[in-house]
Structures are given as C-alpha cells and as structure tokens.
C-alpha cells in the first residue's frame, strides 16, 4: 500500500508502555507503529524487554547493534530513528549515538526526551527532533 511514507524505513526504539518495562498493553507506541504502516513505512521495532508484541502480532528485533551498522550497506540504513520508549538502554547506548552521528541525513525524534543536550548540539546538522522539551 502507498502512503506519504512509502518507501521510507523507520527504526522504532521501544514497543513498551513505559521503561524499563516488558508490557506493551495501551501502549501509545502502538498507535504510532499503526500510523507509519497505514502511510507505506517499513517499521522495524527494538525492545530490550519484549519478544513478541502481542497486541501487533509482531516479532520484536532483540539485537540493537545489528541493526545500526557501521558504515556500510545502503540497504539497511533508516531514513528515521523513532525513539518511543526511555528504556535505559538507549540512554546509555554510545552505538546508537555513533550512528546518529554517521548518518547525517536521517531523522531522528526523540519522543521522551532521553538524547542527551551534548548529542544533540554535537550533531550539528541532523535532523533530531525532541518532543516535549522546551530547553533545546
């Protein structure tokens, strides 16, 4: 199916309801992954707590560092980086801040303010989005 975001990849950082948690029931990231597959994305959904997401009937992507490559192949790059849920994991994740960093031209919107004031000012021209801070 065809949407505004056909074609586009996104990496969803989170299924859960809240960090640090493995329960996706009323879990607003559900409804944004509902969004971004109505509109044509390819979404592919981390989360250090769940497997399976029950609610989507979806397997969960366990291995965070095999999905930000270094470098190499055009095929596994994302357009964005969408991060959903503040699990601890990704406040800590010096990989995921690398490949923010390599990737200037893919979007990244932190929707629970956990990217760090130095990350984002140090990424000079990314395109990273915080919602909800008025700081920055």
Same mark, same amino acid.
């Given at each position: 199916? !065809? /949407? *505004?975001?056909?074609? &586009?990849?996104?990496? &969803?950082?989170? $299924?859960? %309801?809240?960090?640090? #948690? ?8 559900? %409804?944004? %992954?509902?969004? @971004? ?6 979404? #592919?959904?981390?989360?250090? %707590? ?9 397997? #969960? ?13 055009? *095929? ?6 969408? +991060?959903?849920? $503040?699990? /601890? &994991?990704?406040?800590?994740?010096? /990989?995921?801040?690398?490949?923010? $960093?390599? *990737?200037? @031209?893919m979007f990244v919107?932190?929707?629970? /303010?956990? +990217?760090?004031?130095?990350? +984002? ?6 395109? +990273?989005?915080? @919602? !909800?801070?008025?700081?920055?």
């Amino acid at each position: 199916t !065809g /949407g *505004k975001l056909s074609g &586009m990849r996104f990496l &969803m950082l989170g $299924a859960s %309801y809240r960090s640090d #948690v493995a329960d996706t029931r009323y879990s607003p990231p559900e %409804y944004l %992954y509902r969004f @971004l597959r109505r509109e044509g994305a390819e979404v #592919v959904v981390h989360d250090p %707590y769940v497997r399976f997401w029950e609610e989507l009937a979806l397997p #969960v992507e366990e291995d965070l560092d095999g999905l930000l490559p270094d470098g190499g192949d055009p *095929k596994a790059a994302f357009d964005a980086v969408v +991060i959903s849920t $503040a699990h /601890g &994991m990704y406040r800590d994740h010096a /990989g995921l801040y690398r490949h923010i $960093a390599s *990737k200037p @031209l893919m979007f990244v919107f932190d929707l629970v /303010g956990i +990217i760090p004031d130095q990350t +984002i000012h140090r990424t000079e021209n990314r395109r +990273i989005r915080v @919602l !909800g801070r008025g700081d920055i």
